[in-house]
């Protein structure tokens, strides 16, 4: 099953592909992570894409169909991915049916974490993660069980993402509304959009996804 977690920054999508990829053994293709790898080499692209990221503005779509074109043919998407932060344009979306044509994939569902926007400042800017094993925490909404050490592998060392600053978060929800959010008809259109309560409870909102996609 191939599917695309929808919403701006902050509304979880990167928690819930993180559970589906534990309950469905499907890969999670995370854009933002593929570039923050890409950032911290010191490359020319490398420093391109860490500025254009710090300023809370979007990667070209050359850039990024290239990226993740070059990553669903890697042998691991044969049983099925989780696309996360891609597409985020409607250039990005129309090059992502044509390549999935031309492997004779398709994509099975579209899920919108729809999430009030006066929330998203609070969520995004207390969010941290190991940086052992990647794991996301929040502050006040999922802390660490025992303080400073990772609930899954036991690391005492954690990172904070340099874009989930406030004044960033602005512009990458800016950049959302004008630019991803154009995304959703073009799907709804195709009767693949489902939409989610973002704002329920974290395990609330898994139920709900897992109830969309048993009906897929
Ligand atoms: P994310 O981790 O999905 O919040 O992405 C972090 C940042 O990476 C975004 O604010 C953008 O600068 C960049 N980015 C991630 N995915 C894309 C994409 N599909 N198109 C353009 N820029 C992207």
Redesign the pocket.
């Known amino acids: 099953m191939n599917i695309i977690l929808l919403g701006p920054?902050g509304a979880g999508k990167g928690t819930q592909a993180e559970r589906l990829v534990a309950s469905r053994g499907l890969v999670q293709l995370?854009?933002?992570?593929m570039?923050r790898a890409a950032a911290d080499t010191d490359t020319e692209i490398g420093h391109r894409v860490k500025e254009?990221?710090e300023q809370?503005?979007?990667?070209s779509d050359d850039v990024?169909v290239e990226m993740i074109h070059e990553r669903i043919l890697q042998p691991d998407c044969k049983n099925g991915f989780i696309l996360?932060?891609?597409?985020?344009?409607v250039v990005?979306a129309e090059a992502l049916d044509a390549m999935l044509e031309k492997q004779g994939l398709r994509l099975h569902m579209v899920i919108e974490m729809a999430v009030e926007e006066a929330a998203l400042v609070e969520r995004i800017t207390g969010r941290f993660a190991c940086a052992k094993c990647k794991h996301g925490y929040h502050d006040i909404f999922l802390p660490t069980k025992v303080p400073g050490v990772c609930d899954v592998c036991g690391s005492t060392e954690f990172t904070r993402r340099k874009?989930d600053k406030a004044e960033t978060v602005h512009k990458?929800l800016e950049?959302y509304r004008a630019q991803t959010m154009p995304i959703l008809p073009y799907y709804e259109g195709r009767g693949i959009l489902r939409r989610v309560d973002g704002m329920a409870d974290i395990d609330v909102v898994t139920q709900e996804i897992e109830a969309q996609l048993n009906k897929a």
Not at 56 to 59: E, F, M, N, S, T
């Open positions: 920054p995370s854009t933002g992570d570039l254009i990221m809370g503005q979007l990667v990024m996360d932060g891609f597409p985020r344009t990005q874009d990458r950049a």
